[in-house]
């Protein structure tokens, strides 16, 4: 809004420049700043895929545990 504002209402040499320099550093911090979201987005969505394998792994191996340990005791039979 500032470069175009320089732009628009002052007829100097000087602020159309600022303006037209603020305009593109506009263009540089909106591309940045998307840049920076895309890859957070990636490394949150690696972070979770990492963190649901995790959950599944320690889930089988408790199933594993209980599978082994529910049958129950038999005992001799005494004869």
Same mark, same amino acid.
């Given at each position: 809004?500032?470069?175009?504002?320089?732009? =628009?209402? !002052?007829? +100097?040499?000087?602020?159309?420049?600022?303006?037209?320099? $603020?305009?593109?550093a506009t263009f540089?911090?909106?591309?940045?700043?998307?840049k920076r979201v895309?890859?957070? =987005?990636? !490394?949150? +969505?690696?972070?979770?895929?990492?963190?649901?394998?995790? $959950?599944?792994?320690?889930?089988?191996?408790?199933?594993?545990?209980?599978?082994?340990?529910?049958?129950?005791?038999?005992?001799?039979?005494?004869?």
């Amino acid at each position: 809004m500032a470069g175009i504002s320089l732009i =628009k209402f !002052f007829d +100097s040499f000087f602020l159309h420049l600022t303006g037209w320099l $603020l305009i593109g550093a506009t263009f540089l911090v909106v591309s940045i700043g998307f840049k920076r979201v895309w890859e957070m =987005k990636k !490394f949150v +969505s690696q972070l979770k895929d990492a963190d649901e394998k995790k $959950l599944n792994e320690e889930a089988s191996q408790e199933k594993l545990v209980l599978n082994t340990h529910s049958a129950p005791a038999t005992l001799p039979s005494v004869k």
